[in-house]
């Protein structure tokens, strides 16, 4: 399934290297704005935000019957032990079957970040369908990263880090929450994006409209 994975992204994508931030690395892309900008995170208006975008965006990217894959990336010192005391949580506690995760596999490969010569991404890569996954727990969990709270993924790993990708293969698209302020969506072709820029275009980080608007005109 990563063979698949790298050849998926090399027809579809162009060979794209799979890693933040996707919205610059890729043409056809759009950045949305998650969290409301210098307001605390626990903040209850805060996180009813977050929560309504985070999960509105992943379901107009994914319906019931597309193929899925749940690839997640670990980054950490080639030594790091934290594999061996945590292998595989985001499995383990967001994917529902048991016989499912068996077709996980698994690949440690050099850091998909330039410069990084010692540091090595752990690479999971499951096929599944959107009602395999926990998605909305998932999510909830990766917007809480950066935070203390008991769903942090690398809790108690400070050092470390971690990449979550949703990719759509019937639809190729590909969806990245890298954190509670922002989401990246790209796609293979521009016009599958058409309705995320139309309906959501008010989420659209400010930074990124003029671009984006340019895009799809």
């Given at each position: 399934?990563?063979?698949?994975?790298?050849?998926?992204?090399?027809?579809?994508?162009?060979?794209?290297?799979?890693?933040?931030?996707?919205?610059?690395?890729?043409?056809?892309?759009?950045?949305?704005?998650?969290?409301?900008?210098?307001?605390?995170?626990?903040?209850?208006?805060?996180?009813?935000?977050?929560?309504?975008?985070?999960?509105?965006?992943?379901?107009?990217?994914?319906?019931?019957?597309?193929?899925?894959?749940?690839?997640?990336?670990?980054?950490?010192?080639?030594?790091?032990?934290?594999?061996?005391?945590?292998?595989?949580?985001?499995?383990?506690k967001y994917?529902?079957?048991?016989?499912?995760?068996?077709?996980?596999?698994y690949r440690?490969?050099?850091?998909?970040?330039?410069?990084?010569?010692?540091?090595?991404?752990?690479?999971?890569?499951?096929?599944?369908?959107?009602?395999?996954?926990?998605?909305?727990?998932?999510?909830?969990?990766?917007?809480?990263?950066?935070?203390?709270?008991?769903?942090?993924?690398?809790k108690g790993?400070?050092?470390?880090?971690?990449?979550?990708?949703?990719?759509?293969?019937?639809?190729?698209?590909?969806?990245?929450?890298?954190?509670?302020?922002?989401?990246?969506?790209?796609?293979?072709?521009?016009?599958?994006?058409?309705?995320?820029?139309?309906?959501?275009?008010?989420?659209?980080?400010?930074?990124?409209?003029?671009?984006?608007?340019?895009?799809?005109?």
């Amino acid at each position: 399934m990563i063979n698949f994975l790298s050849q998926f992204m090399k027809e579809h994508f162009d060979n794209l290297t799979l890693k933040p931030p996707l919205f610059y690395s890729w043409e056809y892309g759009i950045r949305f704005e998650i969290s409301i900008p210098w307001v605390e995170h626990e903040d209850k208006s805060n996180l009813q935000q977050i929560e309504e975008r985070i999960n509105s965006i992943f379901n107009k990217v994914f319906s019931d019957g597309d193929e899925m894959l749940l690839i997640t990336d670990i980054h950490c010192e080639r030594n790091d032990s934290f594999l061996q005391k945590r292998p595989t949580k985001v499995y383990q506690k967001y994917i529902k079957d048991k016989e499912l995760r068996l077709k996980l596999q698994y690949r440690m490969l050099p850091s998909v970040f330039e410069d990084y010569e010692e540091i090595v991404t752990h690479r999971f890569v499951l096929p599944c369908k959107k009602s395999d996954i926990r998605y909305k727990p998932l999510l909830t969990a990766i917007s809480y990263e950066d935070f203390p709270h008991p769903s942090q993924i690398l809790k108690g790993f400070p050092r470390n880090g971690i990449d979550i990708y949703f990719v759509n293969v019937t639809r190729k698209m590909i969806y990245h929450l890298y954190d509670d302020r922002g989401c990246d969506v790209i796609a293979s072709n521009k016009e599958d994006l058409r309705s995320l820029y139309e309906d959501l275009n008010d989420w659209i980080l400010d930074y990124d409209q003029e671009q984006i608007d340019q895009l799809f005109k």
